[in-house]
Nanobody
Framework: QLQLVESGGGLVQPGGSLKLSCEAS?????????IGWFRQAPGKEREGVSC????????YYPNSVKGRFTISRDKAKNTVFLQMNSLKPEDTAVYYC???????????????WGQGTPVTVSS
């Protein structure tokens, strides 16, 4: 079964940067999956913050992070990254990596999830 392991979260000051990593278990090639990053803050609904499609590696971002977050793949490392720049306190949340077998990051019942990595943006 596909397992995803996130890393790279932590405490950062406003305006700072973090780079999250999502690594797949052995035997699963992430290029065949659409990989998304989602986040959930306390008391709020889960929100998708980026997606890289398995169809043509197109990337998608909501307006809340566009221009600040960048999703990328490293095929050799079988890892997907989320580079987060110009972080704001409202970016504070647990960030989850998700693998979807479709061309989209649906977050639906066929999605595999990592365990999450916390990000805190605070001075």
């Amino acid at each position: 079964q596909l397992q995803l392991v996130e890393s790279g979260g932590g405490l950062v000051q406003p305006g700072g940067s973090l780079k999250l990593s999502c690594e797949a278990s052995s035997g699963f090639v992430l290029d065949y999956w659409s990989i998304g990053w989602f986040r959930q803050a306390p008391g709020k609904e889960r929100e998708g913050v980026s997606c890289i499609s398995s169809y043509n590696f197109s990337t998608y971002y909501p307006n809340s992070v566009k221009g600040r977050f960048t999703i990328s793949r490293d095929k050799a490392k079988n890892t997907v990254f989320l580079q987060m720049n110009s972080l704001k306190p409202e970016d504070t949340a647990v960030y989850y990596c998700a693998a979807d077998p479709s061309y989209y990051c649906t977050g639906g019942e066929r999605t595999y999830w990592g365990q999450g990595t916390p990000v805190t943006v605070s001075s």
